[in-house]
């Protein structure tokens, strides 16, 4: 377990870590700093400023680091871990990726590739044609994002 594991939503967690790469760093961060990396708007900016500043999660932050939960991720780690913990489902004709490609991408970063969407899955990527498995997505609430979302979170060469 790393101190990445702590925050919550994948998709900002994957870009926090790749961008701070230690809780150090992450806690001094403005929220113009945050908000200057892909996805993250005003109102995770400030969540993440505002937890920082409340002396309670500093405390928290403190008993992790003293439990020996690492505060720091190295480069390799976050290469090989950024999808850790996502469950992500593939719908429609892909672009760039073949269906086995996309998969075996997935779990190479630490993620995990379904083919049913449910109330446990992160992200269903969608490409052509994507059909019930979308309509599934948005009736459930979960993230839908394009390959080319999904390419830039499992840092794929951009693709256009």
């Not at 928290?60 to 991720?73: C, D, F, H, N, W």
């Amino acid at each position: 377990m790393h101190w990445e594991s702590v925050l919550s939503g994948n998709m900002w967690r994957v870009r926090l870590v790749k961008e701070f790469k230690s809780m150090r760093k992450l806690s001094k961060a403005s929220k113009d700093e945050l908000m200057d990396i892909h996805e993250i708007g005003p109102q995770v900016a400030e969540s993440v400023v505002d937890f920082f500043n409340a002396d309670q999660n500093l405390r928290t932050v403190e008993r992790l680091k003293s439990a020996g939960i690492p505060m720091q991720i190295k480069e390799s780690e976050t290469q090989e871990n950024r999808l850790k913990g996502c469950t992500i489902v593939f719908t429609g004709s892909l672009e760039t990726l073949s269906r086995k490609q996309a998969k075996e991408t997935t779990e190479r970063l630490g993620g995990r590739a379904t083919g049913s969407v449910s109330s446990n899955t992160d992200y269903v990527v969608v490409g052509e044609n994507p059909g019930f498995k979308s309509d599934k997505a948005k009736e459930l609430g979960v993230t839908i994002i394009s390959e080319q979302e999904f390419r830039d979170m499992a840092g794929l060469e951009s693709n256009g």
